[in-house]
């Protein structure tokens, strides 16, 4: 009797709730996603720098951009930024680092040539579906 008891409580005041969020809907717009798939320090640093740039970038719905990173034996890491699943970015970082700014805004002007080419690309009259 508790557990019924408790089922309907709970039901009722879900029920509620989701009443309530329904008549304050409000569109939100989503940006472009970021992924992390990196696995040490300087990856997670270049990571985060990288995404609070992209944070700026105007025009980035549908973009999804993925951050991985390889390691390579005896030699560090390397870096690879994908832009919708196409390799965009890579870059090979030693075992003590080095200047990651540089990195970061030379990956992110690399996304946003990559991402000027496929709008480009999606809107030029002068390509047809056929190829002729």
């Given at each position: 009797?508790?557990?019924?008891?408790?089922?309907l409580?709970l039901?009722?005041?879900?029920?509620?709730?989701?009443?309530k969020?329904s008549k304050?809907?409000?569109?939100?717009?989503?940006?472009g996603?970021?992924?992390?798939?990196?696995?040490?320090r300087?990856?997670y640093?270049?990571y985060?720098?990288?995404?609070?740039?992209?944070?700026?970038?105007?025009?980035?719905?549908g973009v999804?951009i993925?951050i991985?990173?390889?390691?390579l034996p005896?030699?560090g890491?390397?870096?690879?930024?994908?832009?919708?699943?196409r390799?965009?970015?890579?870059t090979?970082m030693g075992r003590?680092?080095?200047p990651m700014?540089e990195?970061?805004?030379?990956?992110?002007?690399?996304?946003?040539?990559?991402m000027a080419?496929?709008?480009y690309q999606q809107?030029s009259?002068?390509?047809?579906?056929?190829?002729?």
């Amino acid at each position: 009797m508790k557990h019924i008891l408790c089922m309907l409580i709970l039901f009722g005041l879900c029920s509620t709730s989701i009443a309530k969020t329904s008549k304050q809907t409000e569109e939100v717009e989503l940006g472009g996603l970021v992924m992390d798939q990196s696995i040490s320090r300087f990856g997670y640093q270049f990571y985060y720098d990288f995404s609070q740039l992209w944070r700026e970038l105007p025009n980035t719905s549908g973009v999804n951009i993925t951050i991985k990173e390889t390691v390579l034996p005896r030699a560090g890491t390397r870096l690879d930024v994908r832009m919708n699943r196409r390799l965009v970015y890579s870059t090979a970082m030693g075992r003590r680092g080095g200047p990651m700014d540089e990195r970061v805004e030379a990956a992110l002007f690399a996304v946003m040539d990559a991402m000027a080419s496929d709008r480009y690309q999606q809107g030029s009259p002068d390509l047809a579906e056929s190829g002729w």
